[in-house]
C-alpha cells in the first residue's frame, strides 16, 4: 500500500510538473479550429462544421492520442453539450447524454451500433465503455440535437459517428504497451497499408485491471479490421469487422453489493459497403451484421442476445446550381432472445425511406428541408419533418436554427421484459414523439480564437418511465411527457505558439410534466489546455458537473481533472502518462455506484 501511494504521487507531480516547463522557444502547433473541419453525419454530406446549420463537434485522432483515451466513454468526457454517466470502473456500464439526454444514435462508420433490447438502463441503447478505440480512428463527430429525420428512431439528442482510418501507404506498424495502478495492463497493435489498390487496417488492444472495488476486476478485448478495394476512381468496396469480448466482476451498488456476479460480452459484427464519389456527393450501398451476446450471473443467471441485420442506401444529385438533393433508405431486422424476455425471440423490422433538400438561395443563405418515413412492424407509421437554416454573415460568423420532429421507439426490455419477479414490460406501450430545436452563433472571432453559442428546447410526449405499482413491482408507463430547455457555449482559444484552451458551458432546466425537476444537472462546464513542442505534449482538462438526481437517488457535484503527458523520444518512440482523476475525488455519478478514484497508466508506443 504505502509503495502505491508513493507511485501515485510521483504520477501526479509528473503530470502537473510539464505545466510548469513552457517557454518561449518551444516550436509552434498548427491549430485547427471546429469550424474549420469537415462533418459528414450532420447532413449526410461533407460540409465544414461553420457551414453546417447544426452544433456539431468534431474529435480528431490528435486530440484522442493527446487525451489517452481507450474508449469512447473516455473520448466523450470534457465535450461540451455531452454527459457520460458511468456505474464505477472498466467493466461497468457508461452512458452518454448529449443535451440532457441517452436518447442517442451510436455509429460506426455509419453503421448503427444501438441495442435493439437497451442496455439495462435507462433509454440508451450503447454502453460506451464497449466501445475501445485504437490508432486506427480518423475522428469522432458528435452532432447535438435531433436527427431522427436522418437516422431515424433514438436520434432524440444527437448523433455520435466513429470514423475509421483507411490503410494508405507503405505498411505501418505501431505496437503499445502500459501498466498502471490496480494492477492495469494494456497492450495495443494497429497495422496498416496499401498494396496497389487494396488497402488494409487492422487495430487491437487487450486491456485489464483489478478495479477499485471488490469483484470489480475487467478483462477485455477488441479487433477490428477495415479492408477497401478501389475499382475506379471514387469507387470502393469496403468490408469491415469487428470483435470484442470482454470478462468482469459486478460489484453491485453500495447497499446490495455483490462478491460472486459477473458478467461476459462478446460482440461480432461486420458489413460490407459500395461507394460511388461523386460531384454531388457519395451513392453508398450497406449490409451489416451486429451480434451482441451479454450473459453472467447477477442474482441469478442471465443471457441477452441481440442481433441487428441491416440494408441501407444512400446518395445525392444537384437539380440545379441552387438545389442539392439527398436521399436513402433502410431496411432493418432487430431480434433479442433473452431470459428477461422470456426466452423466446421477439423481433421487428424497420423500413424507411428519407428525402432531404438543401437550397441555396445566395452564397451566404441555406434552407434545408426534409422527411423521413418509419414504417416498423411493432410501432406502426411515423412521419419525421425537419427544417435547419444557416445565414453566414461574413466568411467567419454564421447564424444557424434548426427544428426537426422526434422519435423514440420503446426498447424490447420495455416491451417484452420480464425478470420473473414480477417486473414486466407492456407490449401496449406509444413510441415517444415531440420535437426539439436549437439556434446559435458560430463565430472564428479572429486567429486565435473560436466560439459557438447556442439555446436548445426539446419537447418529449409520451415518454417512458419505469415506475413502482402499489404491489412494489416496476412496469413501464407512457408518462404525458417532459421539457428541455437550455444554452450550450463553447470558445477555442490560441492563448500562444504552443498553448491552446478550449472552455465550454452547458446550462439545462429539465421538467415533467407537472413542471417538477427531474433531477438533470442544472450546470455544467469544462476548462481544457493543450500545450505543445517538438517532443513534448500536455492535455490536462477538469469536468464540472452538477447535483444530479432526484430525493434519496440525488449525487452531489463534483469536478474531476484528467491529464495525459506524450513525450516523444525518437521519430518512431514514445511515452505517454495518462492520470485520470487527478486529483482522486471520491464522487458517485449514479447513486450507490462509486466512481474510480485516480487511476494511472504509463507506457510506450512504438512504430515498427
Known amino acids: 500500500m504505502k509503495h502505491r ?11 502537473a510538473s510539464t505545466l510548469l516547463c513552457v517557454n518561449h522557444v518551444w516550436a509552434a502547433e498548427a491549430t485547427v479550429f471546429q469550424l474549420d473541419q469537415v462533418t459528414v453525419t450532420a447532413e449526410r454530406i461533407a460540409q465544414t462544421v461553420g457551414n453546417t446549420p447544426a452544433n456539431v463537434t468534431i474529435i480528431t485522432s490528435a486530440e484522442l492520442k493527446n487525451r489517452g483515451a481507450q474508449t469512447l466513454a473516455d473520448a466523450l468526457t470534457g465535450v461540451s453539450g455531452v454527459a457520460v454517466q458511468s456505474y464505477g470502473g472498466s467493466g461497468q456500464k457508461a452512458i452518454p447524454y448529449i443535451l440532457g439526454t441517452d436518447r442517442i444514435v451510436v455509429l460506426i462508420d455509419g453503421k448503427r451500433m444501438n441495442l435493439p433490447q437497451g442496455i439495462g438502463v435507462g ?41 475509421t482510418k483507411k490503410g494508405e501507404g507503405t505498411t505501418k506498424t505501431t505496437a503499445t504497451i502500459a501498466s498502471g495502478n490496480d494492477n492495469a495492463k494494456y497492450y ?22 483489478d478495479g477499485q472495488r471488490s469483484n470489480s476486476a475487467y478483462e477485455g478485448k477488441n479487433m477490428s479490421l477495415r479492408l477497401d478495394q478501389d475499382l475506379n476512381k471514387g469507387e470502393n468496396l469496403t468490408f469491415t469487422y469487428d470483435y470484442y469480448g470482454s470478462h468482469a466482476g459486478i460489484p453491485g451498488s453500495l447497499s446490495y453489493p455483490s462478491a460472486t456476479d459477473w458478467q461476459e460480452i462478446v460482440r461480432r459484427n461486420w458489413s460490407v459497403s459500395y461507394t460511388k464519389e461523386h460531384t454531388a456527393g457519395s451513392r453508398i450501398f450497406r449490409y451489416y451484421d451486429n451480434e451482441q451476446t451479454y450473459s453472467g450471473e447477477n442474482y441469478g443467471s442471465f443471457r441477452h442476445e441481440n442481433t441487428v441485420r441491416g440494408f441501407d442506401y444512400q446518395d445525392s444529385a444537384k437539380l440545379d446550381s441552387s438545389n442539392l438533393v439527398t436521399w436513402g433508405s433502410e431496411w432493418r431486422k432487430d431480434e433479442v432472445v433473452s431470459t428477461a424476455e422470456g426466452n423466446g425471440p421477439v423481433s421487428g423490422i424497420t423500413k424507411a425511406f428519407f428525402l432531404q433538400n438543401q437550397h441555396d ?6 434552407l434545408t428541408v426534409g422527411v423521413r418515413r418509419d414504417d416498423n412492424s411493432i410501432y406502426g407509421n411515423h412521419w419525421l419533418p425537419q427544417a435547419a437554416y444557416l445565414y453566414r454573415l461574413n466568411a467567419n460568423t454564421s447564424y444557424f436554427a ?12 420495455d416491451l417484452y421484459g420480464n425478470d420473473g419477479y414480477g417486473d414486466t414490460g407492456d407490449p401496449n406501450l406509444k413510441p415517444e414523439t415531440g420535437w426539439t430545436a436549437e439556434t446559435g452563433i458560430k ?32 412496469h413501464p408507463h ?18 500562444s505558439d504552443v498553448t491552446t484552451t478550449n472552455v465550454g458551458y452547458t446550462y439545462l432546466d429539465s421538467r415533467d410534466q407537472n413542471g417538477n425537476d427531474v433531477g438533470d444537472p442544472r450546470h455544467s462546464f469544462h476548462v481544457g489546455i493543450n500545450i505543445h513542442q517538438d517532443k513534448l505534449t500536455q492535455a490536462v482538462y477538469g469536468i464540472f458537473q452538477d447535483e444530479t438526481g432526484t430525493a434519496t437517488k440525488r449525487v452531489n457535484s463534483r469536478f474531476i481533472v484528467n491529464a495525459n503527458t506524450n513525450y516523444t523520444i525518437s521519430k518512431d518512440t514514445s511515452l505517454f502518462l495518462t492520470v485520470n482523476n487527478l486529483f482522486n475525488k471520491q464522487y458517485q455519478a449514479v447513486n450507490g455506484f462509486p466512481a474510480n478514484g ?6 510506450l508506443k512504438q512504430t515498427l
Open 478 to 495: 407512457n408518462i404525458a411527457g417532459y421539457k428541455a430547455n437550455g444554452l450550450n457555449f463553447t470558445v477555442t482559444s490560441k492563448l
Open 5 to 15: 501511494i508513493v507511485r501515485n504521487k510521483i504520477a501526479v507531480a509528473m503530470a
Open 123 to 163: 433509454s440508451g441503447g450503447v454502453d460506451v465503455n464497449t466501445i475501445t478505440l485504437g490508432d486506427n480512428i480518423e475522428q469522432i463527430e458528435v452532432v447535438h440535437g435531433g436527427a431522427s429525420t436522418l437516422y431515424g428512431a433514438d436520434a432524440v439528442g444527437g448523433v455520435i459517428n466513429i470514423i
Open 361 to 366: 438561395f445566395n452564397a451566404n443563405a441555406k
Open 402 to 413: 434548426n427544428w426537426a420532429k422526434v422519435f423514440k421507439a420503446p426498447k424490447f426490455d
Open 598 to 603: 485516480r487511476t494511472v497508466l504509463l507506457g
Open 443 to 474: 463565430s472564428k472571432l479572429n486567429s486565435r480564437n473560436e466560439a459557438t453559442v447556442s439555446i436548445f428546447r426539446r419537447n418529449i410526449n409520451n415518454a417512458i418511465l419505469w415506475t413502482a405499482d402499489p404491489d412494489f413491482t416496476y
Open 188 to 209: 495495443g497493435l494497429t497495422a496498416g497499408g496499401q498494396e496497389k489498390n487494396t488497402h488494409w487496417q487492422i487495430a487491437s488492444n487487450k486491456a485489464s485491471d
